[in-house]
């Protein structure tokens, strides 16, 4: 993958990841970022650091049953998919990071991908919580239907390009939109573009097909 690293992940985003108020879905995409940018990654640990310095100085409260809470937190991380694990290193041939290949479970040809229109395909992550995440792959020189949004989507580029007006974004780069967005990304033309993307709402098509499809794709 790519190291040189254009698009980054805002402040405000990493600030939640630390605190660990982020659905599973944004976790996986940010945690891929992690292990292949150096500079989010150091931006990351000072915010660690900050909430570590935080419990060091908040007063304690006392617990009423300690077993009881001891074994509730062990039956959470116990539940959790979240990656604990954030190797600095790419697996399978530089494509798929290491938090990322923990959900697909055997590198890139293990992606069970599901063809949704025009020569693009998706295989949806198994998550919990108010997100989704998803791998896209979209032909190179391909457009997505024009689309608006209600919330909020992250996504990181693995592989190929994606132009989104005069914006380019290439492996290791990360792409934030919200809902004051309405975009139609573009595939580079030079290869098959795929992505790693996370979204908390559905996508606000303005075109009819894509709606009248969308609750079959989960789109």
Request: aromatic share 4%; glycine share 8%.
């Amino acid at each position: 993958m790519n190291t040189t690293i254009s698009h980054h992940v805002s402040d405000g985003l990493l600030l939640n990841y630390s605190a660990g108020n982020l659905p599973e879905g944004f976790n996986i995409v940010i945690a891929s970022h992690l292990s292949v940018c150096d500079d989010c990654r150091a931006r990351a640990e000072s915010f660690d650091s900050i909430g570590g310095t935080i419990l060091d100085i908040i007063e304690p409260v006392n617990m009423i049953s300690f077993h009881q809470s001891l074994r509730a937190t062990q039956e959470l991380i116990t539940a959790s998919n979240v990656p604990t694990n954030l190797p600095c290193s790419d697996i399978e041939n530089d494509l798929l990071p290491a938090p990322l290949n923990n959900y697909v479970g055997d590198g890139i040809n293990a992606i069970r991908w599901r063809p949704i229109g025009m020569g693009a395909k998706q295989s949806i992550l198994s998550t919990s919580g108010s997100a989704t995440a998803r791998l896209l792959f979209v032909p190179a020189g391909s457009s997505m239907p024009n689309h608006s949004h209600k919330g909020l989507e992250v996504t990181l580029v693995l592989k190929g390009a994606l132009i989104d007006g005069d914006k380019r974004f290439e492996p290791g780069d990360v792409q934030i939109i919200d809902n004051d967005t309405n975009h139609s990304p573009i595939a580079g033309e030079s290869d098959d573009c795929i992505c790693l993307t996370a979204t908390d709402h559905p996508l606000q098509f303005k075109s009819l097909m894509p709606r009248l499809l969308q609750p079959f794709l989960r789109i």
